[in-house]
């Protein structure tokens, strides 16, 4: 018998709600190039055809079309590689041309190559049919200008009318002609594509792990830009081409074991923004470090110059501790303390009144939430409600713990004058940290009347190793991040899968996040918690695989694990976190007299040596054995 719903006046009010529903394009299933400022987003099969696919270069998509055909043949695609994230080659071959037969005779070789400010397309064609074919190739292209904001909605159409380039070839046995057509783009951003080429690689028992390492290589350098002679990492692409406060500093943390000198850059080029002067419309304040640059010509949701994150200020201090302890050039540190003093007293005047670091969106235009996990749903308690601002979160007192320790460190190692009254209220912040954030666990934050919001998330994971838990605390903590609560055996959800909001596929509601998980393995290891380090290690990097060794910015941590579809590839936190993981699992940390590893780890990454670390001017070869024994040498 066949039944149906009968659609009633509100279902279909309902349908209706969801038809009209902004969402932002789907991404996981697309080719993608970049070399930053420019990215491009295409089929698989390499043909630009429509929907959020282009070139793209400084926040402004510059063809939203481009496909190659031939005429009186369809193209079947039969082979995609990315020989690195500035080159594709896709193959096709053209079974309607040639010789009558079931094999194909003509194959087309499709290269596509990316620069800052130049596309190049070249199309080569092969046959191997018994007599001349004559061969009639197009490009079709579709200039436009429509903003990455724009795209974004998912409601963009192209601006410009399709142009068609023509080439007539003749092709004799065994033949190959090629053609080339190029595009240029300005990129006017003040930024420009910088060349990072570190020596980094792994050798292991896993390929896998050894691809997934090229990819994150060859993606970061696809990120780097410079302003003049300073490299920073952009955040991601397509949407997160610039300059980011938390997520720059982050990745160039991440990072510090490889290259120090990259830390000093990226702190070079967020201080020469640092805030100045008390403005609600971007939230700038003195000594405040920014969250985002975008160009001022271009329409965003937010400010061009924005300084809305909670988080950024501390971290740069961190992250200049981090570049000294790893042997960064000394003059360089020194030139930056000045930067320093300012964030250390940005973070004794944000917290006056409260005793906490806090935010709320004032001008009603900026984010809602102003940590790493900035969706209107990310900070909610136990039982699912959400807090309320002014919220105070719990890994950004933590940050700013680690910067008051470390950079009266400094500042005294440098001999310069101490911040008044830093070491007090260091002090006075652990213990009232401990006392109002400790709920059994590490709450995510304190709602806007001081309430612990008490529900389990992995923001804990980013306490350790800040120093401002005791040993029996951080114990427990790498227990219920190790546990079934938040280790989903692809990394660590960002939501307990307890909490009535949970899902696989909630952005910062119990999906897994590459660079989260690598900062809780950094804290494990800085603790000394090695057992759960390298499980969450293992579980991160044998995900790797699922999606073509490229970490994405974040995924569903199901298993299989699955795409989160409007996730950026690639991210510039997320392809630091294989590197950051290989290194921490093996107890990789700057000690006092250098580089320090631990003795002996469970090997459950197998046996691999990872090479291209640097402390100073030495270079560093790390290598764990298969009985787990770990070696480190320098040359």
């Known amino acids: 018998m066949f039944s149906a719903k009968i659609v009633g006046v509100t279902d279909v009010t309902e349908q209706r709600a969801v038809a009209s529903r902004v969402?932002?394009?789907?991404?996981?299933?697309?080719?993608?190039?970049?070399?930053?400022?420019?990215?491009?987003?295409?089929?698989?099969?390499?043909?630009?055809?429509?929907?959020?696919?282009?070139?793209?270069?400084?926040?402004?998509?510059?063809?939203?079309?481009?496909?190659?055909?031939?005429?009186?043949?369809?193209?079947?695609?039969?082979?995609?590689?990315?020989?690195?994230?500035?080159?594709?080659?896709?193959?096709?071959?053209?079974?309607?041309?040639?010789?009558?037969?079931?094999?194909?005779?003509?194959?087309?070789?499709?290269?596509?190559?990316?620069?800052?400010?130049e596309l190049r397309e070249t199309l080569s064609l092969t046959s191997t049919a018994q007599r001349p074919v004559d061969v009639e190739v197009h490009l079709d292209a579709q200039p436009d200008d429509t903003p990455v904001a724009r795209v974004k909605t998912g409601a963009a159409e192209p601006s410009g009318a399709p142009r068609r380039r023509s080439w007539r070839l003749r092709l004799e046995r065994g033949e190959t002609r090629s053609v080339t057509e190029r595009f240029e783009a300005e990129a006017a951003t003040g930024f420009e594509t910088a060349g990072w080429k570190p020596e980094i690689a792994v050798e292991a028992d896993d390929p896998d792990l050894e691809r997934t390492v090229r990819q994150a290589v060859g993606d970061l350098a696809g990120l780097m830009l410079r302003e003049g002679e300073d490299r920073f990492p952009a955040a991601g692409s397509p949407w997160f081409l610039t300059l980011f406060g938390r997520d720059s500093l982050w990745t160039a943390r991440l990072?510090?074991?490889?290259?120090?000198?990259?830390?000093?850059?990226?702190?070079?080029?967020?201080?020469?923004?640092?805030?100045?002067?008390?403005?609600?419309?971007?939230?700038?304040?003195?000594?405040?470090?920014?969250?985002?640059v975008r160009s001022p010509d271009?329409?965003?949701?937010?400010?061009?110059?924005?300084?809305?994150?909670?988080?950024?200020?501390?971290?740069?201090?961190?992250?200049?501790?981090?570049?000294?302890?790893?042997?960064?050039?000394?003059?360089?540190?020194?030139?930056?303390?000045?930067?320093?003093?300012?964030?250390?007293?940005?973070?004794?005047?944000?917290?006056?009144?409260?005793?906490?670091?806090?935010?709320?969106?004032?001008?009603?235009?900026?984010?809602?939430?102003?940590?790493?996990?900035?969706?209107?749903?990310?900070?909610?308690?136990?039982?699912?409600?959400?807090?309320?601002?002014?919220?105070?979160?719990?890994?950004?007192?933590?940050?700013?713990?680690?910067?008051?320790?470390?950079?009266?460190?400094?500042?005294?190692?440098y001999g310069e004058p101490e911040v008044h009254g830093l070491e007090a209220w260091a002090g006075d912040l652990r213990e009232r940290f401990n006392d109002r954030f400790w709920v059994g666990h590490v709450a995510i934050a304190l709602d806007r009347d001081d309430r612990p919001v008490d529900s389990v998330t992995s923001n804990m994971g980013h306490v350790l190793g800040t120093g401002i838990l005791d040993a029996d605390r951080a114990r427990q903590i790498a227990r219920l991040l190790a546990g079934p609560e938040l280790a989903s055996g692809h990394g660590v959800r960002t939501l307990t899968s307890h909490s009535p909001r949970y899902s696989p596929l909630s952005y910062h509601g119990g999906s897994v996040w590459p660079h989260d998980t690598a900062i809780a393995v950094r804290g494990l290891a800085a603790e000394g918690l090695h057992e759960e380090a390298g499980r969450l290690a293992r579980?991160?990097?044998?995900?790797?695989?699922?999606?073509?060794?490229?970490?994405?910015?974040?995924?569903?941590?199901?298993?299989?694990?699955?795409?989160?579809?409007?996730?950026?590839?690639?991210?510039?936190?997320?392809?630091?976190?294989?590197?950051?993981?290989?290194?921490?699992?093996?107890?990789?940390?700057?000690?006092?007299?250098?580089?320090?590893?631990?003795?002996?780890?469970?090997?459950?990454?197998?046996?691999?040596?990872?090479?291209?670390?640097?402390?100073?001017?030495?270079?560093?070869?790390?290598?764990?054995?298969?009985?787990?024994?770990v070696i480190l040498t320098s040359r």
């Open 23 to 117: 969402l932002q394009p789907a991404l996981h299933q697309l080719a993608v190039l970049v070399a930053a400022p420019a990215t491009v987003l295409s089929a698989p099969d390499g043909q630009l055809a429509g929907g959020v696919q282009g070139w793209y270069v400084a926040d402004v998509r510059r063809l939203a079309r481009l496909e190659v055909s031939v005429a009186g043949s369809d193209l079947e695609l039969v082979r995609a590689e990315t020989d690195d994230a500035g080159r594709h080659r896709f193959g096709y071959v053209a079974r309607g041309l040639g010789d009558p037969i079931p094999d194909p005779t003509v194959f087309l070789d499709r290269v596509r190559e990316l620069r800052a400010g």
């Open 298 to 413: 271009l329409d965003h949701s937010l400010p061009p110059l924005y300084y809305g994150s909670i988080d950024a200020t501390s971290l740069f201090v961190c992250a200049l501790a981090d570049a000294d302890d790893w042997g960064a050039d000394a003059d360089q540190v020194r030139s930056l303390l000045p930067a320093a003093r300012r964030c250390l007293s940005w973070q004794l005047s944000a917290s006056a009144g409260s005793g906490w670091l806090r935010y709320v969106d004032r001008s009603g235009r900026g984010l809602a939430n102003q940590g790493w996990k900035d969706s209107e749903d990310s900070v909610q308690y136990a039982d699912g409600r959400l807090a309320q601002a002014p919220i105070a979160l719990c890994e950004v007192q933590a940050y700013a713990y680690e910067a008051a320790v470390r950079g009266a460190a400094l500042l005294a190692r």
């Open 255 to 292: 990072l510090a074991p490889f290259d120090p000198d990259l830390v000093l850059s990226t702190l070079r080029v967020l201080a020469r923004r640092q805030g100045e002067r008390d403005d609600p419309a971007t939230e700038e304040e003195p000594g405040r470090i920014l969250h985002e």
């Open 539 to 629: 579980d991160l990097l044998g995900t790797a695989p699922a999606f073509a060794h490229r970490l994405p910015e974040l995924f569903g941590g199901d298993t299989p694990p699955s795409a989160y579809p409007a996730a950026c590839r690639p991210q510039a936190w997320a392809a630091a976190a294989p590197l950051a993981v290989l290194a921490a699992a093996a107890g990789l940390r700057a000690g006092r007299d250098g580089p320090v590893v631990a003795d002996r780890v469970d090997p459950v990454l197998g046996a691999y040596t990872l090479s291209g670390l640097r402390h100073g001017e030495r270079r560093l070869r790390l290598e764990v054995a298969r009985d787990g024994r």
